[in-house]
């Protein structure tokens, strides 16, 4: 029984690690966000152990929403805007005691956006962007100890991100102006490398055995960005939308895990999550251009723990998406004139993790003649 417990929680808390922090689109919660990618592996980690852990997530964005509504002839139209986003995060996690543990994440992000109204709204071309996203650094500390906690625990987390991704990136865009020339711009904000702000990350999870086999879990993070505006130009032409934003950003997930006795290291999970870019944040101010909304996702996941390597899978399944009206979309409606911006979202995301749990090694026992 123990060992099924300890099994259980094992791979349930390496199933939370890939995607808190990802949402899918243009409102695109990037995988620089929160700390949920490394985070979680403290509770399995005894004073003086590592983990190591490279996640991979890719996703592509064409469904256009204003609000809620699905615009279903964009893609008819062929005038979808499409994008592709492969990222890798690479993450260390030491744990400083059973309870403190400290991490640090450095991503990489592949991005290609497909369109055709950034090339003059007669060809389709693809613009791109790659290389080091805005790194990450953080602690957490788990609330319970001991016997207090053979049944679950919560940890409570903070964490600093760094604007070390490159938040002007450019790219060739066609057929720019009235003599149709090529130009080199900056990229949109959805596939931009990092937001040039200083992020303060506050973040939980937690992890609760609910019979032998079944266990609740839960985690979210909301990422404080007090910096308003970047200085990157976004290339549209209302004058309030010139320069991009630093917004806020969160994502909240909960659902139920199940290992599996016949099957040492074999586990299935099923939860719900939410997470989205807010209209105004928290902290500062909002102004600047940026495309607020939300997403709900059905998020099944499997995983599997061979001696101490896991590998997980998640495929969150977008139920509902809401791009919200922006601050700048307030700013320049009327009474007779509605402005309210519209977004891509993906269908699905796709996230696989590997993780090595690096034991503490026993001290050397020598015998005395």
Known sequence: ??????????????????????????????????????????????????????????????RHFRGSHEEANRIEDGTQVINHQHGVDFNISYAFSERLYGIVSLPFQYNERSSLYEHGRTER??????????????????????EKAKKGNTAIGFG????????????????????????????????????????????????????????????????????ETNGTPTNR?????AI?????????RTGVFKSFEKIHGLGISLGGRVEGIPVHDAIGGSDGFRRPGYIIS?????????????????????????RTQSVTDIENSTPDDVVHGDAAFADYLINFSLAWRIPKKAPKVFNSL
């Not at 991009?244 to 909240?252: L, N, R």
Request: a neutral charge; aromatic letters at 14%; one cysteine or more.
């Open 160 to 227: 600093l991100k760094f604007p070390t991704g490159d938040y002007a990136a450019t790219s060739t865009f066609y057929n720019q102006g009235d003599e149709g020339v090529e130009q080199i711009k900056t990229v949109d904000q959805s596939i931009q490398l990092g937001d040039g702000g200083t992020g303060l990350i506050i973040d939980f999870q937690g992890l609760w055995n609910i019979t032998s086999t079944y266990f609740w879990y839960y985690d979210g993070f909301y990422m404080f960005n007090p910096k």
């Open 298 to 322: 059905v998020e099944p996941g499997i995983s599997y723990m061979k001696g101490n390597v896991t590998g997980t899978l998640n495929v969150p399944i977008a139920l509902y998406r809401n």
């Open 237 to 241: 032409r209302r004058e309030n939308e």
């Open 1 to 62: 029984m123990k060992k099924i417990l300890l099994s259980g929680l094992v791979a349930a808390s390496l199933m939370l690690l890939p995607a808190i922090s990802y949402a899918q689109g243009c409102v695109a919660i990037r995988q620089f966000s929160g700390l949920g990618n490394a985070v979680g592996q403290g509770n399995i980690l005894e004073k003086g152990e590592w983990n190591i852990s490279a996640n991979y997530r890719y996703f592509k964005s064409f």
């Open 125 to 146: 071309h693809t613009t791109y962007s790659k290389g080091f996203s805005d790194m990450r650094i953080g602690a957490g500390y788990w609330l319970l100890s001991g």
């Open 244 to 252: 991009m934003s630093v917004p806020d950003q969160y994502a909240v």
